[in-house]
């Protein structure tokens, strides 16, 4: 399997944070960001990973993390001029793809829980992992039948549809590239993951893990707080 990073985008919610440095490589307690979704799917096993940036601070990220070699992996690096979609990824890096199974993580997601296992039993379909949230209006959404099965998916919703966001960590098959090219951009203009999760739900092929510990989307200054906390709590429990 092949991973992804997406780490591109602008930041704007942390501005003025962000006039000097890219989002994902601020600090969280005592390592970037980025540092944090890279040690996911590392400890998944997963050695060969797309690394998808702005153009702004492409230079800082290789600086930082460079050809893989230190971690036993290697990385490739591909610029998103303008951010047009989570799903936009899958085009930027079809020929990283080449029909493998790919799992991309956003690159200022922190998760407490292991789902390495999940990731490595992988074999086809798609796979996305879901966390109960306080503010399920500001992410895609997935509501669940008596039985805990995905029955329904929508990006944001305006009515209550269920309070399990979709976190920013997808596993997928081959099927991936084809599914993102036909895609139609959104009302906001982009290519929305959702609509990926929607295609494989269609089809029967969506499974989706409720998380126990707490998953960060760490985009805000709370979040970043809270990222931070998280981290600095778990390091002193060694």
């Not at 399997?1 to 000097?20: A, C, D, E, N």
């Not at 993102?180 to 951009?185: C, E, G, I, T, V």
């Not at 805000?220 to 998280?230: H, K, V």
Request: a positive charge; proline letters at 4%; hydrophobic letters at 35%.
């Amino acid at each position: 399997m092949k991973g992804i990073i997406l780490s591109g985008g602008h930041g704007t919610r942390l501005y003025p944070l962000t006039k000097v440095t890219s989002k994902q490589l601020l600090p969280v307690y005592n390592k970037p960001m980025i540092m944090y979704p890279l040690e996911t799917l590392l400890k998944a096993g997963i050695r060969d990973i797309l690394i998808i940036v702005a153009p702004d601070h492409a230079g800082d990220y290789l600086k930082l993390l460079g050809s893989g070699k230190e971690y036993g992996a290697r990385f490739s690096y591909e610029v998103q001029d303008k951010p047009e979609g989570l799903a936009q990824a899958f085009l930027i890096g079809k020929e990283f793809i080449k029909g493998d199974n790919v799992c991309m993580i956003l690159g200022d997601n922190i998760f407490e829980d292991d789902v390495s296992k999940t990731i490595r039993k992988f074999k086809s379909g798609a796979q996305v992992f879901a966390k109960k949230v306080s503010d399920p209006e500001r992410f895609g959404v997935v509501k669940f039948d008596d039985k805990m099965k995905a029955i329904q998916i929508e990006e944001k919703p305006k009515k209550f549809l269920s309070k399990y966001a979709v976190t920013g960590l997808y596993v997928y098959d081959k099927q991936i590239v084809q599914v993102a090219r036909s895609l139609k951009p959104s009302g906001r203009g982009e290519l929305e993951i959702t609509d990926v999760n929607q295609r494989y739900l269609e089809q029967g092929q969506l499974k989706v893990q409720v998380l126990d510990g707490d998953w960060i989307d760490a985009g805000t200054f709370e979040s970043l707080y809270r990222a931070t906390s998280l981290v600095r709590k778990k390091q002193q429990k060694k």
